[in-house]
């Protein structure tokens, strides 16, 4: 027996570092995966097959989060897991909330918290008919604090999916399904492709990690994997932070 055997999970952001790697372990662990992203389908991902389906989708929009649900509980019978990686962090954009466009605000807001309404909203329904399920909502270290190079709505966005999930958690717990929340830290990813043009940059932030490296897509799928697992059984409404002792220093 494989940890995840016999369980159907539904993966946003698939398509980029964290949520491919989440939708890859847990393949490997034997659940049937369903994969969303707006980017196509990774070569290296399998295609559609008896253990998973890709689509390719805007998660802001309601309708196709739908589409996508009815898809994996008609092909694999239901949902019992929940992994909401996607997010989106628009660098030169997305600035102070005192100066910043305002639908720029809206947008980001849209994909980094209202996308998980979306998938929480339809995932629910099934999860409860199989009795019970498992819910990891990706955060960031970011909303932690003030920054002196805001990112207001990104900030908003990510502390935003801490109390959702805190909610979900009281609100399901009686349907024995939990809600968690990973606050990964600086991390090795597409989304900071920009450290490739500056290697600096990179070694400055893993100078300021006390374990002395970034995160890697690795150490958030474990966490994620945990969470998701029935290992975490007696684990709801919290949160885990996987930052390399980042937020622990002075
Ligand atoms: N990489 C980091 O340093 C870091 C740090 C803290 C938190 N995070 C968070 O971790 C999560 C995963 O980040 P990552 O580093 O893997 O980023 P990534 O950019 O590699 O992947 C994010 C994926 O989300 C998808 N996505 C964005 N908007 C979408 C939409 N509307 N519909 C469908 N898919 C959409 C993108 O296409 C992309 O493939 C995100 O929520 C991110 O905010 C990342």
């Known amino acids: 027996m494989q940890e995840f055997d016999q369980k159907v999970a539904f993966v946003t952001g698939a398509g980029g570092g964290m949520g491919y790697r989440v939708a890859c372990d847990l393949l490997a662990a034997g659940a ?20 998973s389906i890709y689509v390719q989708g805007d998660l802001t929009d309601e309708a196709e989060v739908a589409t996508a649900c009815a898809r994996a509980i008609d092909a694999f019978g239901g949902i019992d897991c929940l992994a ?19 639908d720029v605000w809206d947008q980001v807001m849209a994909i980094n918290l209202k996308s998980m309404v979306h998938t929480a909203r339809h995932v629910v329904p099934s999860m409860r008919m199989r009795g019970g399920g498992a819910m990891v909502h990706f955060s960031s270290t970011q909303c932690m604090r003030g920054d002196p190079a805001p990112q207001d709505a990104y900030q908003a966005a990510k502390a935003g999916v801490v109390a959702f999930s805190k909610s979900l958690a ?4 009686g349907d ?45 799928s474990n966490a994620c994997l945990f969470l998701l697992s029935d290992r975490a059984s007696f684990i709801t409404g919290t949160e885990l932070l996987v930052d390399g002792g980042l937020q622990a220093k002075p």
């Open 84 to 102: 909401n990686v996607a997010g989106a962090l628009w660098f030169g954009r997305d600035r102070s909330a005192l100066e910043m466009e305002l």
């Open 32 to 51: 049937k995966v369903l994969m969303f992203d707006l980017k196509p389908q990774p070569e290296t991902i399998p295609g559609d097959s008896d253990q």
């Open 176 to 220: 024995r399904i939990r809600s968690n929340v990973i606050y990964p830290g600086p991390t090795e990813s597409p989304m900071q492709d920009r450290w490739n043009e500056n290697p600096d940059a990179r070694q400055a932030t893993a100078g300021a990690i006390p374990l002395g490296r970034v995160g890697s897509v690795e150490d958030m």
């Open 170 to 173: 009281i609100q399901l717990a």
